[in-house]
């Protein structure tokens, strides 16, 4: 029979990694772990900050950043509940041994890349929508639809004497729409800057759509 020096509990009290109880290596584990853990937040669209990248604020996207934060250790979420995070963590040094622990998760309002672009007014394409107007609204719609799905968004939409003006961030996704609705368009391209010394275009794409 084991004694564990730290509380002299015996091995049928409870289970032993090497000379130590469960319970005595659970305690030095919980003084390892940070109480507190900041989570960067959009402010605009309220996604979180994970691995450099900006995600949609899931309960499997914060047990990732507590997986990143808590490393070598392994996390699994239990549940969140006003700004607790409930986790069971696992030794990496002793395979089998856990421990369920709270942490606090503390928002840091920040601006994504995509929302401080928003703010700024940038685009990179413009689709030019012209023809009936009902049609016009259900391909603006789509377009809308298509570019966030795809990871781009409408910087702003302009309504015109005969159609709808749609300006996006991404003109390859925006051609790529354009593209997958087999839309004739008649393109053109204007110089708007330089970044790292290769020449940045606007796009704008011009549709007269079918009756």
Known sequence: MKHCPICNRTSEEARFFGEFCEFCLGGKLREKLAAEVDVEVCRDCGRVKVAGAFVP???????????????PHTVKMIHISNGIARISVGDEKHQGLSIDYNVHLKPRKVLCDDD???????????????????????????????????????TKVESKE???????????????????????????????????????YRNTYFITLPK
Do not use: C, P, W
Request: aromatic fraction near 12%; glycine fraction near 8%.
């Open 116 to 154: 401080a672009k928003k703010r700024a007014g940038y685009y990179e394409a413009v689709v030019q929508l012209r023809g009936e107007a009902g049609r016009v609204e259900r391909v603006a719609m789509s377009l809308s639809k298509y570019l966030e799905k795809n990871g781009a968004f409408v």
């Open 57 to 71: 604020y899931t309960e499997s996207s914060l047990e990732r950043l507590l997986s990143i934060k808590f490393k």
């Open 162 to 200: 005969h159609g709808i003006d749609v300006y996006t961030s991404d003109k390859k996704v925006a051609f790529a729409f354009i593209s997958s609705r087999h839309l004739k368009f008649k393109g053109s391209f204007e110089l708007h800057g330089e970044k790292r010394g290769r020449r940045l």
